[in-house]
């Protein structure tokens, strides 16, 4: 299995080449321009580095659902499903190499932006006041504290449904190329699919919500688990539609 | 060695392999024949265990075709299936990294006989040396069963004895290599046994030696005489 | 080479071979290529190829000796009776072509392959005086 997601790094090291040079082309810009003081061009390249960070979080994150479309539509499939393991071992692979690449992202720059934001602290103190006032709104929406528990349990839960996200996503993909093998715009019918599978999920899980006490330890854990089941529910669904209804 | 039993897969109603049972023997080169949709492509999926049947099973050795069986398997789609962004060495490391019976001497030399160079993108290639690619890669693996679906479409005229050859040397007493293909001419010389499949159903297996003999027609002849 | 499907390919092989033992190409006592080998030159079917000399040694056209390989026979008889073999079955085809065509006295025959043979001589000599001008 690990040979596998060693592959899927591979086939998506290009897009992580051009991702991390442009951030180390404007994090330079950033540390030039903090050094020299030039505030104005400073301000571009936050501005930089904050659009970067959106734009590879998106695409991180749809890159694997793009891959997995690739196997479907250009048969690489058979290159991946032929090796000596089984669907599931493979699926599992693909979601979790998914995981891999959006916290390795997640935390280069989120390791960047912590070491942006104590340089700007460190030459501009008014910034401070400023982080605590932060920490006040989030506790006044959240109803929560910054502390390492909540954090933790946030992480995990991000990552919870990131894995439901893409084991939905590759469901609703599976399902267009078994079903529907000769409809066109395979991944704009994908995509319906899978808004309305999120839609049954969010329903779903809103009914459980009503059934759960109200703080938010006792929620988050009836969500973490519900989540975790429906993807591993969706997980199971891919594999044995791949297997029956062979949508290679 | 490689028993069909029973085996049977449905699509919406139509059956693509309807209570197919035989037996695969090692030492020997079969012909999977029949027109398009009798169910050649699905009984070789099946086989590979890349797919499960409705009823029934194909078993290598007794074990079920599927995660233990794909390392003792071959089977090469009709379709292109390499990762675009490899070039062709990456291709070979790949299978290298998989499969523990790839054999990379016979890779190269095979890349070498079709002038092949390892730089080469796989995106770049035209659809004939994709075809021979994946021969290349195929025939490399000491497996214990071949299925090769349709290995001549797209395989030049003169590339075809080489492709032949490649089969030939491959074929030993402890494997057996199933060719299904369209075109009977290349493969009157080197199958030893046919096995017919009509709407799924096998319709007939025999020697092709015997058939000769005992009928004095060619493999094309009664092809034509079955399907007409 | 080229085979006729409708017949046995392991019999055409063996044709194939006795053909050049008469020719001399493959004279009494020469190793014959392994199996292995027969089936690549022959592109053919190794088990087809096995055929081939199993039936050979049955004819008593070949014998194998463990380890060694497989040899074509020393005996000179079944050579000569290759070529009687050979020559009878040429024999036939003429004589049964001629009779097609209405002829079926032995001495007409005869004295017609004897005017053939001088004129087709002839026509050789011709084509050779006309290379030396």
């Given at each position: 299995m690990l040979t596998i997601m060693k592959y899927e790094i591979i086939r998506q090291k290009f897009s992580k080449w051009i991702m991390f040079g442009l951030l180390a082309v404007l994090e330079a810009v950033f540390l030039i321009t903090l050094a020299l003081e030039k505030s104005d061009a400073m301000g571009y390249a936050i501005l930089g580095l904050a659009t970067l960070a959106m734009f590879s979080f998106l695409y991180v994150s749809l890159e694997s659902i793009i891959n997995y479309n690739q196997d479907l539509s250009r048969k690489s499939g058979y290159m991946v499903f032929m090796t000596p393991y089984s669907v599931f071992e493979i699926l599992g692979a693909k979601i979790l190499n998914s995981i891999v690449m959006i916290v390795m992202t997640a935390v280069v720059f989120g390791v960047t932006a912590f070491l942006d934001i104590t340089l700007l602290l460190i030459k501009n103190h008014s910034l401070e006041s400023l982080m605590i006032y932060i920490n006040d709104i989030i506790k006044q929406f959240?109803?929560?504290?910054?502390?390492p528990a909540s954090i933790i349990s946030v992480l995990v839960l991000a990552v919870i449904f990131w894995i439901s996200t893409v084991a939905i996503a590759f469901l609703a993909l599976t399902l267009t190329y078994t079903f529907l093998q000769t409809a066109p715009a395979k991944v704009f019918i994908s995509f319906l699919i899978f808004i309305g599978l999120n839609v049954l999920h969010s329903m779903a899980n809103n009914e459980i919500m009503k059934v759960l006490p109200k703080d938010y330890f006792s929620r988050a854990i009836g969500t973490g688990i519900f989540t975790a089941a429906i993807a591993a529910l969706c997980v199971w669904l891919n594999g044995w539609m791949l297997t029956r209804k062979m949508a290679l | 060695m490689l028993e069909s039993n029973h085996v049977t897969k449905k699509y919406r109603r139509k059956a693509?392999?309807?209570?197919l049972t035989f037996s695969i023997e090692p030492g020997h080169i079969y012909g999977l024949l029949g027109p398009n949709g009798s169910g050649k492509s699905t009984w070789m999926k099946i086989a590979s265990g890349l797919i499960v049947p409705d009823r029934g099973e194909v078993t290598l050795d007794g074990v079920r075709a599927g995660r233990q069986t794909k390392a003792h398997t071959v089977y090469m789609a009709t379709e292109d299936y390499f990762?675009?962004?490899?070039?062709i060495r990456d291709v070979r490391r790949y299978y290298e990294d998989f499969f523990d019976d790839f054999e990379t001497p016979m890779f190269l030399k095979q890349l070498e006989e079709m002038e092949?160079?390892?730089?080469?993108?796989?995106?770049?290639?035209?659809s004939g040396m994709m075809a021979k690619l994946k021969i290349a890669v195929t025939m490399s693996r000491r497996a214990r069963v071949y299925l090769l679906d349709?290995?001549?479409?797209?395989?030049d005229l003169l590339a075809r004895d080489t492709v032949v050859k490649t089969i030939l040397e491959r074929m030993s007493d402890d494997s057996a290599i199933i060719i299904s293909s369209h075109l009977i001419e290349e493969l009157e010389k080197i199958v030893d046994t046919c096995i017919f499949l009509k709407d799924g159903r096998l319709i007939l297996m025999g020697e092709i030696e015997e058939i000769r003999q005992q009928q004095g027609c060619s493999l094309i002849e009664l092809y034509k005489k079955l399907y007409a | 080479m080229e085979f006729d499907n409708h017949k046995p390919i392991y019999m055409q092989v063996i044709e194939d071979i006795t053909r050049k033992m008469v020719t001399g190409e493959?004279?009494?006592?020469e190793k014959l290529p392994s199996v292995r080998d027969l089936a690549l030159a022959y592109a053919i079917n190794p088990n087809t190829a096995s055929r081939v000399y199993r039936e050979m040694e049955q004819m008593e056209l070949s014998f194998t000796r463990r380890g060694l390989g497989t040899f074509i026979t020393e005996d000179r008889e079944v050579y000569d009776e290759i070529r009687a073999k050979m020559v009878r079955e040429c024999l036939s085809t003429f004589v049964r072509g001629m009779h097609t065509l209405g002829y079926t006295d032995t001495d007409e025959m005869a004295a017609l392959l004897r005017d053939y043979k001088e004129k087709t001589e002839a026509g050789a000599d011709s084509d050779t005086s006309k290379e030396e001008e």
């Open positions: 959240t109803d929560l504290d910054v502390t | 693509a392999n309807d209570d990762f675009n962004y490899m070039k092949f160079d390892e730089d080469t993108k796989v995106a770049s290639l035209s349709e290995p001549f479409n797209g395989i | 493959l004279p009494p006592g």
